[in-house]
């Protein structure tokens, strides 16, 4: 029988987009069976303006959930993003990060101009506020890099979310003071090339997460994603990093709270 783990993080999920329909009691039974994975912590995501409210109000709830403000790079139908609103909403006691903002090349198509702009306003607002950035980043690894150095002058830090590209870029956001974080993708079958990424980050700059209700890791492929599952990935993510799972939860435990020191441990 696998050991439990306890003191887990889930640096990055979206509480407030996991369909709840296999917890008849709600959203307090989720937060139950997740208790019981050992999760301690959770970090709940925005990625709109207009959810935030509800992203929020799970942060007030629960002492153990903290949140973020942001707009997501795909999500061009939210309202515009303004670096004095994000600074504003930012003051909430509740709220440790600026984000979820980045570039993403992959799947948006044609002008990605609106995309840049409104990283450099996240950018400036992680600046003004001095809290870390939470980056969304995929085919863009050089506008990506570059804008946080141009504009982020040396003052912003940050993660690397749902990691999946190079160790070049890896190497070049740690540089900059960013944190690498891995989700159940490094689990797939096809991501030989990640699993060796992971295997050479040092441990000090590593985070884990699920991104659920997405990317359910295995062996949960084709089920819903959800924060209790990030015990599959620290596993994993020790397993290639040759540690003992309890050392390496603890490792990524304490980074997360060096980096999001704004959040306090319940």
């Known amino acids: 029988m696998t050991a439990a783990l306890t ?5 990055h999920c979206h ?3 996991i369909d709840l329909k296999d917890y008849p009691k709600g959203l307090p039974q989720l937060m139950d069976a997740t208790a019981a994975a050992g ?4 970090l709940c995501i925005g990625v709109d303006l207009e959810s935030f409210p509800t992203v929020k109000a799970l942060a007030e709830k629960y002492p153990h959930v903290h949140c973020t403000v942001g707009v997501h790079p795909l999500y061009r139908e939210s309202r515009s993003t303004h670096c004095a609103e994000l600074v504003e909403l930012a003051q909430h006691p509740r709220v440790v990060a600026i984000g979820e903002t980045g570039l993403d090349y992959f799947y948006a198509k044609g002008d990605t101009g609106w995309q840049r702009n409104s990283f450099a306003e996240h950018i400036a607002a992680a600046r003004e506020t001095r809290l870390p ?5 995929r085919d863009a690894r050089e506008d990506t890099i570059s804008m946080l150095r141009d504009l982020g002058g040396g003052k912003v830090r940050g993660v690397m979310h749902c990691f999946t590209e190079d160790l070049n870029m890896a190497e070049q956001a740690m540089e900059l003071g960013f944190y690498i974080s891995i989700s159940g993708i490094v689990t797939f079958a096809n991501a030989e090339s990640l699993r060796e990424v992971v295997r050479a980050l040092p441990v000090e700059r590593l985070l884990i997460e699920t991104d659920a209700p997405w990317l359910a890791p295995v062996p949960h492929r084709g089920k819903q994603n959800e924060p209790r599952f990030v015990a599959d990935v620290a596993r994993f993510v020790a397993d290639l990093k040759q540690l003992p799972a309890t050392e390496l939860v603890a490792i990524t435990r304490n980074n997360f709270f060096s980096l999001f020191n704004k959040a306090k441990p319940v």
Do not use: A, C, E
Request: charged share 20%; hydrophobic share 45%; glycine share 6%.
């Open 133 to 137: 950035l939470v980056i969304h980043t």
């Open 39 to 42: 999760v301690s912590h959770m």
């Open 15 to 17: 509480l407030d987009r």
């Open 7 to 11: 003191g887990l993080v889930d640096s």
